[in-house]
């Protein structure tokens, strides 16, 4: 697909996205929370084939924050079971793809089995030199700074700059985020990357996560690409 003809001129490196929504979808149609979570990942698929094939180089989805343990246990033990569910049912198509799959957060909390499993795909798809799709379990940004700065003090490091402390965050081996895209109509961070948001380009759309598709996407894209990036100086 030629990008030039949908209007884009420059690609974000790294494009994260808030996937909100699922819930809204679902009561609209009546249905539980949890269809709208299954349609969400259904949706998550196009956009991680998509966005490897039109070659966006990191893409980091929140998955589930530190905040999400307080919804129903059922809600909760679902969003427990798709990322597994996910990997095995794109398992192909993610190699096929070249995509490298990686995973941000607090591993320990998560079910044993699903540790295992980020593990498993982790190691599977190091090799790939595609697209790196990061998926942020159990993650938030306060809780990834006060990791990193405890992992500091353990290793009886005296002085850090900004540099030397970034190798400290889950986040470490990635770019910072050029364009944050928040589905649902809701116009905050919600605790996600803070340290590697600090000069995004944020796009807030009201589609709902289980809705967006390639369409939007490009129109993230487009809107990014004529965006004016000064990193606090003059143009
Ligand atoms: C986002 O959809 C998915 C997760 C937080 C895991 P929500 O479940 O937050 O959907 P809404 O915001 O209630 O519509
Ligand atoms: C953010 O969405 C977390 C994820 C998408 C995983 P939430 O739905 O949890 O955020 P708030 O509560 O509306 O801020
Ligand atoms: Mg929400």
Request: glycine share 6%; charged share 30%.
């Amino acid at each position: 697909m030629k990008l030039a003809n949908a209007g884009i001129k420059t690609l974000p490196r790294h494009v994260a996205i808030i996937m909100d929504g699922n819930g809204t979808w679902a009561k609209k149609r009546g249905l539980p929370r949890n269809f709208g979570h299954r349609q969400g990942a259904r949706a998550l698929k196009n956009v991680v084939l998509f966005a490897s094939k039109i070659g966006i180089k990191y893409l980091t989805v929140f998955a589930f924050s530190t905040e999400n343990w307080s919804r129903p246990r059922e809600e909760v033990d679902y969003l427990m079971k798709l990322p597994a569910e996910f990997m095995r049912a794109n398992e192909t198509d993610i190699h096929k793809h070249n995509i490298r799959f990686a995973c941000i957060g607090d591993r320990s909390r998560l079910p044993e089995d699903l540790q295992k499993t980020i593990d498993k795909y982790e190691k599977e798809t190091a090799e790939n030199d595609g697209m790196i799709f990061i998926v942020a379990l159990n993650y938030g940004g306060k809780a990834d700074i006060i990791q990193a700065v405890n992992r500091v003090i353990d290793e009886g490091v005296a002085e850090v700059d900004e540099e030397k402390f970034e190798r400290y965050l889950y986040t470490k081996d990635m770019p910072d985020v050029d364009l944050l895209i928040r589905t649902s109509g809701q116009k905050r961070i919600s605790n996600f990357l803070l340290w590697k948001l600090s000069y995004s380009e944020l796009y807030f759309t009201k589609t709902l996560w289980p809705d967006f598709n390639k369409t939007q996407f490009l129109k993230a894209l487009k809107e990014y690409s004529n965006r004016d990036r000064r990193y606090g100086g003059i143009k």
